[in-house]
């Protein structure tokens, strides 16, 4: 990831990738960590989405929420083929990203 300001729209599952929740975010990484350690109520939390599967840059936080938009408007198989689009096997995205004791 850059390190200047970006934002990010992302996606993230369960184990069994069956159940799927797109977010926007000015910081991936605390983000996606506070998904893993449920530190969120909410949807994410109540159904165990702990894996990244998918995400985008942008500069501008009003593209990133245009285009979560975009992609909530989407139907559950537009989903599927944009996350099968850049990571076909379904690959934990942020795998390495945290130190084994911090998740």
Known sequence: MR????YCVYIMTNKGNTTLY???TGGLEVR???HKK???EGF?????????VYYEEFEY???AIYR???IKAGSRKKKIDLVNSINPDWKDLSDGWYDDDTV
């Open 61 to 63: 936080i009003d593209d």
């Open 3 to 6: 390190e200047e300001q970006s």
């Open 32 to 34: 996606v960590l506070q």
């Open 22 to 24: 797109t977010g926007v």
């Open 38 to 40: 449920k530190e969120i």
């Open 68 to 70: 979560e938009k975009q």
């Open 44 to 52: 994410t939390k109540r159904y165990n989405l702990t894996k990244l």
